[in-house]
């Protein structure tokens, strides 16, 4: 399976043809995949903070990205996340994702939100389950 051309394709976390999406652009480097972003006001939860789905977002889109960018195509299975601190609005944030283990189709993710000053306000685990190759995506996971 290869990863589909970003062009394209609606991808919420990704793809700079969705409006509303949030357009990201990731790196690859010494096995840390990294994006960066900053929440305008429209993603608030609480007044002046991003809301915590959103955060949520960043996170498994940035783990994903890790397998996407080897071209392992893959869907999230399971996800957790621990909110450590508050995470303002129009503030540059950095995310981070490593692979950390798995076995066969099944690959064990970790990320991080960094706020500017290197504090972590984030992090999550995630489980991300393999494709089968050439297979439709609504069947590929089974």
């Not at 290869?2 to 394209?8: A, E, G, Q, Y």
């Given at each position: 399976?290869?990863?589909?051309?970003?062009?394209?394709?609606?991808?919420?976390?990704?793809?700079?043809?969705?409006?509303?999406?949030?357009?990201?652009?990731?790196?690859?480097?010494?096995?840390?995949?990294?994006?960066t972003f900053t929440a305008s006001k429209e993603y608030q939860g609480w007044n002046?903070?991003?809301?915590?789905?959103?955060?949520?977002?960043?996170?498994?889109?940035?783990?994903?990205?890790?397998?996407?960018?080897?071209?392992?195509?893959?869907?999230?299975?399971?996800?957790?996340?621990?909110?450590?601190?508050?995470?303002?609005?129009?503030?540059?944030?950095?995310?981070?994702?490593?692979?950390?283990?798995?076995?066969?189709?099944?690959?064990?993710?970790?990320?991080?939100?960094?706020?500017?000053?290197?504090r972590i306000a984030v992090r999550a685990t995630g489980k991300f389950l393999q494709l089968k190759p050439d297979s439709n995506?609504?069947?590929?996971?089974?």
């Open positions: 399976m290869s990863v589909p051309d970003v062009s394209t394709h609606m991808c919420f976390g990704c793809s700079p043809a969705n409006p509303i999406g949030f357009k990201l652009n990731f790196t690859m480097q010494d096995g840390i995949c990294r994006t002046g903070f991003m809301h915590g789905g959103l955060i949520a977002t960043l996170l498994d889109e940035t783990m994903a990205q890790w397998l996407w960018l080897k071209d392992i195509g893959v869907m999230t299975a399971e996800m957790t996340t621990r909110y450590s601190l508050a995470v303002p609005v129009e503030t540059p944030l950095t995310i981070e994702s490593e692979k950390t283990g798995g076995r066969g189709r099944l690959h064990i993710m970790e990320g991080k939100l960094l706020l500017p000053d290197g995506l609504l069947d590929g996971i089974l």
